[in-house]
């Protein structure tokens, strides 16, 4: 067993973390009455429902699975972990299906391009690396770096909140994943071939955002 799993959790706890305080303003700062919410984005007055508790649900029990299965494998729980991981399977199906409620959710509120083509990155992104880790399941070294790579798709909205570049802050820690396994010779090709995609997927979204918003408006009348 690699001694850096000792390390996922607190990856993932500090994730959380981030997350849960990038939208502090914009939710759980408004627990448990959810009056007078307004969005970071705009600062306009937003309205807290079902689907965004259903989507803050979803989320925080995917964030609690990626904590506690490593911790399962450092205690050698096997047995648990893979339990767990293929109740993952289906967390992982209702927060995606999470994620296109909230994404019609705001998008029929007002028609926003840019935010849409952010969705069409992050959310094939996240889709991509969850199933390229379940590919390697059996694969464990493989498995936990795309487990890893599985959450940096978030991080883009989380900064939005912010008014930061969550895309650019994923992709340097891309990088420095990659330098530091590269340069310590340990299980550096999951996070080039993560890298790799990650960057073709952002030229495609840049391609629509920038260069062709004709087309990226098509796709959103296609679901809108």
């Known amino acids: 067993m690699e001694k850096t799993y000792k390390y996922?959790?607190?990856?993932?706890?500090?994730?959380?973390?981030?997350?849960?305080?990038?939208?502090?303003?914009?939710?759980?700062?408004?627990?448990?009455?959810?009056?007078?919410?307004i969005s970071p984005i705009g600062n306009v007055p937003i309205t807290i429902t079902n689907i965004t508790h259903f989507h803050t649900f979803m989320m925080m029990l995917w964030l609690l699975m990626l904590v506690i299965q490593p911790i399962l494998i450092v205690k050698k729980k096997i047995k648990w972990h893979r339990f767990i991981g293929k109740a993952s399977?289906?967390?992982?199906?209702?927060?995606?299906?999470?994620?296109?409620?909230?994404?019609?959710?705001?998008?029929?509120?007002?028609?926003?391009?840019?935010?849409?083509?952010?969705?069409?990155f992050d959310v094939p992104s996240f889709i991509v690396l969850y199933g390229l880790a379940m590919y390697f399941r059996?694969?464990?070294?493989?498995?936990?770096?795309?487990?890893?790579?599985?959450?940096?798709?978030?991080?883009?909205?989380?900064?939005?909140?912010?008014?930061l570049p969550g895309v650019f802050v994923g992709l340097g820690l891309w990088i420095i994943l990659f330098v530091v396994e590269f340069f310590t010779q340990k299980t550096y090709k999951p996070y080039l071939i993560g890298l790799v995609f990650y960057l073709f997927n952002l030229a495609i979204v840049a391609y629509l955002g920038f260069a062709n918003q004709a087309l990226l408006d098509k796709i959103w009348n296609v679901f809108f």
């Open 8 to 37: 996922f959790p607190y990856f993932f706890i500090a994730v959380a973390v981030l997350i849960i305080y990038c939208f502090n303003q914009s939710y759980f700062s408004h627990i448990p009455n959810f009056e007078n919410v």
């Open 89 to 120: 399977y289906l967390v992982v199906a209702f927060l995606f299906i999470s994620l296109l409620m909230i994404i019609n959710q705001d998008q029929s509120r007002a028609k926003n391009l840019p935010v849409f083509a952010a969705n069409l």
């Open 138 to 163: 059996k694969k464990t070294a493989y498995h936990a770096r795309f487990m890893v790579m599985s959450v940096i798709p978030f991080l883009d909205p989380a900064f939005a909140r912010l008014n």
